[in-house]
């Protein structure tokens, strides 16, 4: 079944405890996303990458990182998380075609 | 600048009314213009693309690019719509171009 897998689902964690967040795709994609989703605020893009070790700042990548080492994997790094990280977070891969895949999300607290 | 705008953030409607969900688009490529759904707790899956020109769960989208809109329609709104729907255009370097979504609540 072609799918987005991110992990973890769930977190609640402390002000500047590193944290990441996985994301895996099986569809053989070459461009993958991550979103954070906050209330009145839509959609918003942190990063993306074109293909294995192409990666380019969305409109808010402050304070993440990410890496694409393999074209499967795309992980959010968030090296000293902070309140305001506090979001839902997708993370996307599609085709050539411009049709998005998400993952199920995952929610993040920062205390 | 690239933007895509939905207007309005929230569109409530009566069961069996129509329904009209605004998309407008600046940009002066070729758009790449799609339509996602995201239902109470649920990830965003693709509704509609404007290239398709498909019907989904009766849904329509038509692009008029001399209005730069590609707005989302349904002739009967069921309660079952009830989500919250975005639109968007790939932009320079493939980079995505996200309207900021609109509420739909249907009411019974």
């Known amino acids: 079944e072609a799918q987005v897998t991110q992990n973890p689902r769930y977190l609640i964690t402390v002000t500047g405890k590193k944290l990441t967040v996985t994301c895996s795709q099986n569809?053989?994609?070459?461009?993958m996303s991550w979103y954070r989703q906050d209330p009145g605020l839509g959609l918003r893009q942190i990063y993306y990458?074109?293909?294995?070790?192409?990666?380019d700042k969305g409109d808010v990548p402050e304070g993440y990182k990410v890496s694409r080492k393999e074209k499967r994997n795309f992980p959010l790094i968030l090296e000293s998380p902070s309140p305001n990280q506090t979001s839902l977070y997708f993370c996307a891969s599609n085709t050539q075609a411009g049709e998005l895949f998400f993952g199920e999300g995952s929610r993040l607290t920062v205390l | 600048a690239q933007r895509v705008t939905q207007p309005e953030k929230l569109l409530s409607v009566f069961k069996g009314a129509p329904v009209e969900l605004k998309c407008n688009y600046s940009?002066?490529?070729?758009?790449?213009l799609f339509w996602y759904v995201q239902y109470s707790r649920q990830r965003l899956q693709l509704l509609l693309r404007?290239?398709?020109?498909?019907s989904i769960k009766g849904f329509t989208a038509d692009l008029n690019k001399g209005e730069t809109s590609f707005h989302l329609k349904k002739p009967f709104a069921q309660e079952e719509d009830s989500a919250m729907y975005y639109c968007?255009?790939?932009?320079?370097?493939?980079?995505?171009?996200w309207g900021l979504g609109t509420s739909l609540a249907v009411n019974p």
């Open positions: 404007h290239i398709s020109r498909e």
């Open positions: 569809m053989n994609h070459e461009y």
């Open positions: 940009y002066s490529g070729s758009p790449e």
């Open positions: 990458s074109m293909n294995v070790e192409v990666t």
């Open positions: 968007r255009n790939a932009g320079n370097n493939r980079k995505l171009i």
